[in-house]
DNA sequence: AATGTATATCGGAATTTCCCGATATACCTA
DNA sequence: TAGGTATATCGGGAAATTCCGATATACATT
């Protein structure tokens, strides 16, 4: 866990947003639900819409919060699942009190 | 708070360990126990001979980590006294479990 | 095999960050 | 007032980040 990079991925402000709209895809994504529903995520395409980014920055920002260990993927079919990964920042909330 | 200004001011291993130090002055900063205490905090020629870093150079991280809310100041004659704001760590930690 | 769709990677211009040396400001003392 | 010490600010070169368009890769369909 390197804290650096974490801090690093966290500042951008799109990436914080797309942070907070991963934790609640039914409410951010609702054109998602029906074809597979979110237990992998959402994809990539529909963050990139929501961004009003380009595909490849968008697609570099979600590498980016996976290496920093925010995020998780899942390939299917030709589509990448994104979600978020609760547990980094459970951690993270707690090293901020004891570590930083 | 901003949070991303916040989370840019975390992204430096150098102002990481500076907070880090704050925290344990008395540990890390064991010179100048005699001279004030820690009350306000540490003084910036202390930490900046800790960082290696150039006097101008700390003295901006320093100024930095404040405008984000992490580290308070108080000028005593020519010293400047730098300790760390744990009220904003606290919310810091919060903050990333309910918004982020 | 050929085409279409979703995502990843590459190359780069513009901006920001890192960290420095030089200089300015503030305060203290003789 | 003059000189010394502590800190802040300025100007800038090097490196990193932001975000793009173009291209490559992966998979699905026909």
New interface residues.
Partial sequence: MD??EI??A????TR?QI??WLKEPEIYFPGQLEHTGFEDGVCVGQIQQKAGLTQSTVSEYLALLQRAGLVQSTRKGQWTYYRRNEAA??Q???L??S??
Same sequence: chains 1, 2.
């Fill in positions: 804290q650096v801090f690093k966290l500042s951008n402000k914080l942070l907070a920042f459970e993270l909330s707690k901020i009190l570590e930083v």
